[in-house]
């Protein structure tokens, strides 16, 4: 029956593409704004877009209807530095878009619904948090009601309405708490598009300075197949899985890798952290139940990357 995806942006169009590529029908729902960008990712003679709004219920039924899906796969919504600027918008769009999502399931019958959260979402990745272990269990502490941050909480309450409306009208719905988005996307990206910025700056010689960021990476085609398991999972339908590496890097760690591709690297980093993520996320849960393992390591992504850009800019 296929798969619907909502969200036009990176995530969205790697998922489409690993779908495509495992033989399943998908197609996009979305603004399809950066159709350019998208047609790098994926080969759009093999899906169909369709163009709407994710607050326009009507045109997400019809697209779900015309689509031919059993399940959706919900990436679409603003990121955390969109959120933190137009706060109003940006939880409207979360929630309101959220719950279109679950109302068009609910009406079409349809199998499951796989939402793509955030690991912003446990208390443990905030300043002076720790974690119950050394690694972040689905089952920590979620953000309570006397915190700041307002991606995280409208991220949580979509994941209460998902939970909510599956055990009520008995279809899945599983979340994948994401970490630090990162991989080749040549449109609009959240801070992870930094590590694709040392690559090329790197293969055009040119100096950059950037901030650091202590994180959790996830890489685009990770988080793809990992959606994809979720989705067609015989295992389970209903649950949260984390959506990440298991590893903490800095870029300073990716700037020791990028040393040993290039003779020459104008990079400097900042010495202190504009993120700072202490503690990965424990990823037995997704192995033991989804059976599935994140491949791209730091130096993998690197090398995939400087593979992409030296094409990219004629270096080959």
Not at 12 to 39: E, M, N, W
Not at 70 to 90: E, F, L, S, V
Not at 190 to 213: F, H, N
Request: hydrophobic fraction near 40%.
């Amino acid at each position: 029956m296929g798969a619907l995806v909502t969200g036009t942006g990176g995530l969205g169009s790697y998922i489409a593409r690993h779908f495509i590529s495992q033989g399943v029908p998908c197609s996009l729902y979305g603004t399809a704004r950066q159709i350019d960008a998208i047609k790098q990712i994926v080969d759009v003679s093999k899906v169909v877009i369709f163009k709407g709004d994710i607050l326009d219920a009507n045109s997400l039924n019809n697209a779900v209807s015309e689509s031919g899906a059993d399940r959706i796969i919900h990436t679409a919504g603003p990121r955390a530095t969109q959120t933190r600027k137009d706060p109003k918008y940006c939880v409207r769009v979360h929630i309101q878009g959220t719950l279109n999502v679950l109302e068009a399931a609910r009406k079409a019958n349809l199998d499951r619904i796989v939402f793509s959260s955030t690991g912003s979402v446990y208390l443990a990745t905030k300043k002076g948090q720790r974690a119950r272990g050394p690694t972040i269990k689905e089952d920590d502490v979620l953000v309570p009601m006397d915190h700041e941050d307002i991606y995280a909480t409208a991220k949580v309450n979509c994941e209460y309405l998902g939970f909510n409306y599956a055990k009520t009208y008995g279809f899945g719905f599983m979340p994948l708490r994401i970490a630090h988005v990162y991989g080749y996307w040549p449109g609009e990206m959240g801070r992870g598009i930094v590590v694709s910025q040392m690559v090329r700056a790197c293969i055009m010689q040119d100096g950059l300075e950037v901030d650091e960021q202590l994180a959790e990476w996830a890489h685009y085609k990770d988080l793809a197949e990992e959606h994809f398991v979720a989705a067609y999972s015989q295992k389970i339908k209903l649950g949260a899985f984390n959506a990440g590496s298991g590893k903490i890097h800095s870029l300073n760690d990716v700037l020791t890798v990028l040393k040993r591709y290039f003779k020459t690297v104008k990079i400097k980093v900042s010495s202190e952290a504009k993120t700072s993520r202490t503690t990965p996320s424990d990823m037995s849960k997704t192995k033991e139940m989804l059976g599935f393992t994140p491949k791209h390591d730091l130096d993998r992504a690197v090398v995939e990357l400087i593979e992409i850009w030296k094409k990219n800019l004629g270096k080959i």
